[in-house]
């Protein structure tokens, strides 16, 4: 009996071992294989959440690509940016969305919760360290190990056509054109203050994002993209920036929260619509074709590039 448990036990461990290995094999397979169909000569690259992702169109925004994607925290974030590193992206210039939100303990638990893990942590396994493994099993250990020994499997070993733009976007993400325009409900709650919940996890790996793309000579440009309304709570607006100040005191942040747009131009009260979009990358292309990233103070650039442009009909 004992030795029947100790070759269960052997066997087991064996299968895991193969399965950790050909799943990690994989992943990388796919990952350097997909690099050949991205735009890896593109100059400027923007990261981040679905707020990016559906306000820089990046057929408009010359020389660029737009690998933003809806759900991402800064931690698979990280995981990409590694990845991309790996594909070896010329990237010259990465902006990186930044505002309250995706600092909030909200997005700490998009690291592990069930929906993120199982939609982000299969596209990056081959990239993630072991302690970044531990950290996540601990925090949800069951849907770490579906999530890996399933889930993961099957999106490594052939859900995906690396030739179909949809397989890729699964990867990479890319920019989103929403069709629909905000709603009165939206509208009826634009006044409402929003108190926001500070976390620490997606504070570390936003760090460690910036941290590998210097390594790399690459510039690193924060960047908020326009809301319908921030009307954040005074203390919300304070730790933000005391967060900013402790943690990225010398990084560049562009703040774009507030360019005049109309109430259509808006999906709802944090992401542009397709009309939003065009109009912001329009502004933003002109702002590269003028030189914003040559320019030696880009916030100083943009505030004077804003104050030129006519006041919008949003009433906030």
Known sequence: MRGFLLKTGLFSIIFILAVVVLNIYANKRKILKSCHNISLNSEILFLGNSHPE????????KNSINLSNSGECY???????KALLNCNIQAKTVFIQFSPIELTTKWDSAIWEKKYLLEFLPQYISVLSLDEN????????????????????????????????????????????????????????????RIIIFGENNIVYLSKT??????????????SMPIASKNYSTSTTNKFLEIKK?????????????FPLNLDDYADLGHLNYKGSKKFSVFFNSLIEQGLLESSDKEVFVKRALELLPVSDKNL
């Open 210 to 223: 910036l941290e590998i793309l210097k390594e790399r000579n690459i510039a690193v440009v924060l960047v």
């Open 75 to 81: 931690f698979y974030t990280y995981q990409k940016t």
């Open 246 to 258: 402790e943690n990225f005191p010398s990084e560049t942040w562009l703040d774009f929260s507030s």
């Open 54 to 61: 559906c306000a820089l169109n990046d057929v408009i925004i």
């Open 134 to 193: 531990l950290f996540v099993f601990k925090k949800n250990p069951r849907d770490f190990l579906k999530c890996y020994f399933v889930t993961a499997i099957m999106k490594n070993m052939g859900w995906c056509n690396f030739a179909n733009i949809k397989c890729l976007k699964k990867i990479w993400g890319g920019y989103r054109s929403l069709e629909r325009d905000i709603d009165s409900s939206d509208i009826k709650n634009m006044e409402k203050e």
